[in-house]
Structures are given as structure tokens and as C-alpha cells.
């Protein structure tokens, strides 16, 4: 499985601010996924980020709010832009690949550790 | 839209008990994924269910893709204090989109 690393881990933000969330692999990978995370709630795909093209936003999320960059094929950034407080979250990257730690052959998502976010 | 409903929400069991949990939708999804998130951590997954029917154990787990594909269960034999934590069942939709289910947590008491 890929070994995913974000950066940061966590922050606390003034409202109006942004905060740019960093995502790296350790492995070439074509697609990066980043998920939303709100309290006590389910995981949130925001977007799809490809190398070379434009991210795909989900319903409900927009560029100007959360702008991504994907400037190659380890690497991601989210940007969280002009924050209030209903943007505290767990910000998660993501990636799709073969397994290796189960016992058997497969894909899956891998997740990296997160950005827990709090916005006061 | 779709959505997963996992059921129970929440669990209390005592260390060695074994634990049950499942995941139901209205829509029919192509492969099932459970995953565990440990506090302040993403979720790491734990077992990945291709086709109807399947039946797949990894270690103390079970998993089955229900024969309809519109549910899964997944169960936890001997449960021991480091099984706390979140779990989520999450259904494929498209090539690559997944839709993660809504959670259970499970507190094991030693």
C-alpha cells in the first residue's frame, strides 16, 4: 500500500484566513482523492484531483472554496480558502491502489493520517 | 442520493465478546470496503469484499458482501481493548468513488 503524508497534522485558524493542506505519496499515483471529515460524521469525498487537469468537484464543493493543486504525480495540495468556523474538520488525502496488507489481491483506498482543522 | 446506514451507531462490549456490525443501502454497490479509524488517525482499511456473496476473513474479522450488494456485515470474534474505535463500511459507486457509511463506534471494556 502507498505511504501517504499530510502536512499539517493539525491547526487552528482565524475566520477570513486560508489554510493549504499538503499531500504526499511515496509511490506515482494518477488520481488523489480528498475527503472532508466533520465531527463525529462519515468521510466526504470533496474532489478528485488528476496530474495535468483540472480537479472534479463533488456536489456541494466549489473551486474558489477549496482550490487543488496537483503539480505532479506524488504530490497534492487543498486549499482551504476565506475560513468560518463550519470549515473545522478532519481534511483527508487519499489514494487508490493494490494492497498489500491484507491477505489477499486487490484495490483500495488509502487514507493518510489527516488535517484536523479548527477554525476560531 | 445514495447513502450507507450502518447499524448499531454505537457499542459497548466487554474484551472477548464477540461484536457484529452491518452496513445497508438502497443502492447496489460493486465492492464493499471496511475500515477502522483510531482517534486522530485516517481509516486504515481492514478488508475489501469484490463480489456478491463473498465471505473474507483477515485475522478476527469477517466480512460478507450481502447477495442482494445492497448490504455487508462485518464481525469481530474475541474482541480485545485496541479494536476501539470507529468503523466504517464504504460502497463503491463509480470506477473509483466510494460513499463512506455513516460509522459505528465500539468501546471494548476490559
Known amino acids: 500500500s502507498a505511504v501517504i503524508s499530510q502536512k499539517p497534522s493539525r491547526d487552528i485558524c482565524q475566520r477570513g484566513t486560508s489554510l493549504t493542506i499538503q499531500c504526499q505519496v511515496d509511490?506515482?499515483?494518477?488520481?488523489m482523492f480528498w475527503y472532508r471529515q466533520q465531527p463525529g460524521q462519515s468521510l466526504t469525498l470533496i474532489a478528485t484531483?488528476?496530474?495535468?487537469?483540472?480537479?472534479?468537484?463533488e456536489s456541494g464543493f466549489v473551486i474558489d472554496k477549496f482550490p487543488i493543486s496537483r503539480p505532479n504525480l506524488t504530490f497534492s495540495t487543498l486549499t482551504v480558502s476565506n475560513m468560518s468556523p463550519e470549515d473545522s474538520s478532519i481534511y483527508l488525502c487519499s489514494v487508490r491502489g493494490p494492497l498489500s496488507n491484507l491477505d489477499r489481491v486487490g484495490y483500495g483506498y488509502t487514507f493518510g493520517s489527516g488535517t484536523r482543522l479548527t477554525v476560531v | 442520493g445514495q447513502q450507507l446506514n450502518q447499524s448499531p451507531q454505537s457499542m459497548f462490549i466487554q474484551e472477548g465478546e464477540d461484536v457484529s456490525m452491518n452496513c445497508t443501502s438502497s443502492s447496489i454497490f460493486n465492492t464493499w470496503l471496511w475500515y477502522k479509524q483510531d482517534p486522530g488517525e485516517g481509516p486504515v482499511l481492514l478488508i475489501a469484499?469484490?463480489?456478491?456473496?463473498e465471505l473474507t476473513s483477515n485475522g478476527r474479522l469477517t466480512a460478507q458482501f450481502g447477495i442482494t450488494r445492497k448490504d455487508s456485515f462485518l464481525n469481530i470474534s474475541a474482541s480485545i481493548p485496541s479494536d476501539v474505535g470507529i468503523y466504517f463500511c464504504?460502497?463503491?459507486?463509480?470506477?473509483?468513488?466510494?460513499?463512506f457509511g455513516t460509522g459505528t463506534r465500539l468501546k471494548v471494556l476490559a
Open positions: 464504504a460502497g463503491q459507486l463509480g470506477t473509483y468513488k466510494y460513499i
Open positions: 509511490s506515482q499515483v494518477t488520481m
Open positions: 484531483a488528476n496530474q495535468g487537469s483540472e480537479a472534479t468537484y
Open positions: 469484499l469484490y463480489k456478491a456473496g
